[in-house]
C-alpha cells in the first residue's frame, strides 16, 4: 500500500518505524470491521477532506491495493484514519528536520521563576521539536540573542529583531498554534551540524561541572516556624544566603510584588530574584519545623533560587533545571515534599550528569 503512494510520501513513511508500528496496530482492528462489515464513524473525515484533500486523494488511491488483497471496499471513514496516521508521520518528519535547528528564549525577571515553569510546559508539548533557553529582562533588554531563533513571553516586550510570542503561562491551545505558525515560517539557515571548537567544548565542560559543584556544595537546608509569612520566609533566606543580606531580601521582595509562586495545586512555592548582592547561584529547600505551613496549609516546602546579576554561562540553566522538575511528579519533587536532604543531593546530581551529557556546549 506504501508503495502505490508518491515517492516523497512513502520515502518518509518508510524511515518513520513510529508510523510503521501505528499503522499496523491500526490495520488489524480496520481488516475486523472491513470483514464483519462493522460500521465505523469518523468526525473528523470533512475537515480532513478539507484541509488534507490532496493526501487524502494519495491515501484513498494507495488503499485500493489493499481493496483488492482483502476483497473488500474500504470506506471513506477508514481513508480518513488512515489519512490521519500517514498526516502525522509526515508533520513528525518535517519537525524532526527542523527540530535541532529551533531554538527559543523564554523571558521572565530572573530568567530562573516563570520562565521556568513556562518552559516545563512548552517542553511538553513541543517535547524535542525546539530548544529552550531562558532569559531575565536585562539579557533581553542587552539583545543577548545568540543563536536564538525567536523569543517567548508572558508579558509585553518592546519589538526585537526576532519574533516576538506573547502567551499565557498556562500555555492555551491558541498560544500553541501560534508558536507552531511561527516557527513554520522562520527562516532558519543554520546547520544542525555546526562545527564546535573542541577546545572551547571542553572549556565549557568544565565550567559548567564547576558551577554544578557550587550549586551542591552551598545546598541549604531549613525548617522555621510554621506560622511564618512570605516575608518571613524572605527575610529567613537572606540570612542563610551567601551574599549581602540587605540586598537579597529587597530583590527577594521586589519578586515577590510582581506576583506569587505559591503554587497550592503544585504544593510548593517558589522564591527567586537576581541581585548583585548575590555571590553565586545557590538554592535553598525550606520547610515547616513541624505540621504545615498555618498560612499556606497546601505549601509543603519554598524553594529559593538566587542568582547573581553578572552571572557565569550556566548557573541560570542549572538553577532553572530545579524549578522544571518542580513543576512535574520527579524523582527531585518527591525528595523535596518528603524532606529527604540526603536524596536531594543525590538526584539533583543526577540531574546534573544528565545535563553534562545532554548539552550540547556548542
Known amino acids: 500500500m506504501i508503495e502505490q503512494l508518491p515517492l516523497p510520501i512513502r520515502s518518509s513513511l518508510k524511515m518513520d518505524p513510529q508510523f510503521m508500528q501505528g ?40 488503499a485500493k491495493k489493499l481493496e483488492a488483497k482483502i476483497d473488500l471496499p474500504i470506506s471513506e471513514a477508514e481513508i480518513g ?46 517535547q524535542n521539536r525546539i530548544k529552550f533557553k531562558t532569559l531575565s529582562l536585562e539579557q533581553y533588554y542587552q539583545q ?18 526576532l519574533p516576538v510570542i506573547k502567551v499565557n503561562p498556562l500555555l492555551s491551545a491558541q498560544d500553541i498554534d501560534t508558536i507552531r505558525e511561527i516557527i513554520a515560517d522562520l527562516p532558519i539557515a543554520r546547520s544542525a551540524d555546526q562545527s564546535v571548537d573542541h577546545q572551547q567544548k571542553i572549556a565549557s565542560i568544565q565550567q ?14 531549613a525548617h522555621i516556624d510554621p506560622d511564618a509569612s512570605v516575608e518571613d520566609m524572605i527575610g529567613e533566606a537572606s540570612v542563610l544566603a551567601l551574599g549581602n543580606q540587605s540586598m537579597i531580601e529587597e530583590a527577594l521582595k521586589k519578586r515577590e510584588e ?26 535553598q529547600f525550606i520547610w515547616p519545623k513541624e505540621g504545615k505551613f498555618t498560612k499556606y496549609p497546601k505549601i509543603e ?12 554561562m ?17 524523582e527531585l519533587k518527591q525528595a523535596v515534599l518528603a524532606q529527604e536532604e540526603r536524596r536531594i543531593v543525590s ?5 546534573y550528569l544528565e545535563m553534562l551529557q545532554t548539552e550540547s556546549f556548542a
Open 258 to 283: 510582581i506576583g506569587s509562586l505559591f503554587m497550592d495545586e503544585l504544593h510548593f512555592g517558589l522564591l527567586h530574584a537576581t541581585s548583585e548582592g548575590v555571590k553565586s547561584a545557590q538554592a
Open 144 to 161: 543577548d540573542f545568540e543563536g536564538l531563533d525567536l523569543i517567548i513571553t508572558t508579558f509585553e516586550l518592546q519589538s526585537t529583531r
Open 314 to 330: 550556566y548557573e541560570q540553566k542549572l538553577l532553572s533545571l530545579i524549578t522544571i522538575n518542580m513543576m512535574e511528579s520527579t
Open 347 to 351: 538526584v539533583l546530581s543526577n540531574l
Open 23 to 62: 499503522f499496523i496496530t491500526h490495520l488489524q482492528p480496520t481488516l475486523i470491521r472491513l470483514q464483519y462489515a462493522l460500521p465505523i464513524y469518523n468526525p473528523l473525515l470533512e475537515k480532513i477532506q478539507e484541509q488534507y484533500p490532496s493526501l487524502y486523494a494519495d491515501t484513498k488511491k494507495a
Open 81 to 126: 484514519f488512515m489519512t490521519m496516521h500517514i498526516g502525522a508521520s509526515l508533520e513528525r518528519r518535517r519537525i524532526e528536520a527542523r527540530r535541532t535547528k529551533v531554538q527559543a528564549g523564554v523571558v521572565c525577571a530572573s530568567g530562573v521563576g516563570v520562565s521556568a515553569l513556562l518552559v516545563a510546559r512548552l517542553q511538553s508539548v513541543f
Open 208 to 221: 559548567c561541572s564547576q558551577q554544578m559543584l557550587g550549586i551542591l556544595n552551598n545546598l541549604v537546608f
Open 301 to 312: 516546602a519554598v524553594v529559593v533560587l538566587l542568582l547573581p546579576k553578572a552571572h557565569a
